[in-house]
């Protein structure tokens, strides 16, 4: 508990002082624009490389199945998620999140107050619904972690989306 009050407090703080240097200060340099530019990139391109070990996982299991789960895929005896249901309905909804936040960011550029708060309500709408029914899933899965590589991967690549669609929705609240 001390641990994630110590992170939250550092974040505001952090991102209370980039606001203020940058808005009322006028501290950002180009040079200072450009670090925190590369910063971001630097970042997402290390999460796409998290993310692709968790692909890289998954694909390689189930395009060459080993012995030890039986030689198929999914393994011999275990039951899976229909993709048409509930998965199906969370990708709707991370796809209809990422619309709405784009036009949000529109709106904001473009000065519209109004449907700015409208994009971001209904992003922040979309993604607890999602973290929802994603929690919901984890509770009917028909298999755990615990059930070999497939259960280890799919609660690995989806429970760290989820983390992430989290910390999303908090900082955009």
Not at 4 to 30: C, K, N, P
Not at 56 to 62: D, E, L, P, Q, V
Not at 130 to 157: C, N, R
Request: with cysteine.
């Amino acid at each position: 508990c001390l641990g994630i009050i110590t992170v939250l407090y550092v974040m505001i703080t952090w991102w209370r002082d980039i606001i203020r240097e940058a808005a009322f200060e006028g501290q950002h340099t180009s040079a200072v624009q450009d670090g925190l530019r590369l910063g971001m990139i630097l970042f997402i391109v290390s999460e796409v490389m998290f993310f692709f070990a968790f692909f890289w996982a998954f694909f390689t299991s189930s395009l060459a199945p080993v012995f030890n789960i039986g030689g198929v895929w999914p393994p011999a005896g275990l039951e899976v998620i229909s993709p048409w249901g509930l998965p199906l309905l969370n990708t709707v909804l991370l796809l209809s999140s990422g619309a709405t936040v784009t036009w949000a960011h529109h709106a904001i550029v473009g000065g519209l107050k109004r449907e700015a708060q409208t994009g971001l309500y209904l992003t922040l709408t979309f993604a607890i619904y999602f973290t929802t029914f994603q929690f919901l899933e984890y509770i009917e899965a028909p298999f755990s972690m615990s059930d070999g590589v497939y259960g280890s991967t799919f609660f690995m690549a989806t429970g760290f989306h989820g983390f992430h669609v989290l910390i999303g929705t908090i900082f955009l609240a």
